[in-house]
């Protein structure tokens, strides 16, 4: 079974801390600090503007992100835990160096 999410919605999947990017940097534990790093695995279409234009997301699958630690919802399916939330509510992509 496959999540397509809707709207503006973004689903990620937690990074363990002791991962590595490809530059080989350590990824520090976020967790200590009140947010989470996660990987994005799916991003919906976006969101309709009052004027009915569509808004796309910024975000894109493959990104790191860090979002509040309670900003999102916890989702469990096939045995492995995601993430989602509305993309206004990641704080930042963070860039593989």
């Given amino acids: 079974m496959k999540?397509?999410?809707?709207?503006d919605r973004v689903i990620m999947q937690p990074v363990d801390a002791a991962d590595v990017t490809s530059g080989g940097v350590i990824l520090?534990?976020?967790n200590q600090e009140g947010t989470i790093l996660a990987n994005v695995l799916?991003?919906?279409?976006?969101?309709?503007?009052?004027?009915?234009?569509?808004?796309?997301?910024v975000t894109k699958v493959g990104d790191i992100v860090m979002i509040p630690?309670?900003?999102?919802?916890?989702?469990?399916?096939?045995?492995e835990?995601?993430?989602?939330?509305?993309?206004?509510?990641?704080?930042t992509i963070v860039e593989k160096q």
């Fill in 3 to 7: 999540m397509i999410p809707i709207e």
């Fill in 28 to 30: 520090p534990d976020m």
């Fill in 42 to 57: 799916a991003v919906g279409p976006g969101r309709l503007s009052y004027t009915g234009v569509l808004l796309e997301n």
């Fill in 69 to 79: 630690k309670f900003g999102s919802v916890r989702i469990e399916h096939e045995g």
């Fill in 81 to 91: 835990e995601y993430l989602a939330c509305r993309e206004s509510e990641i704080i």
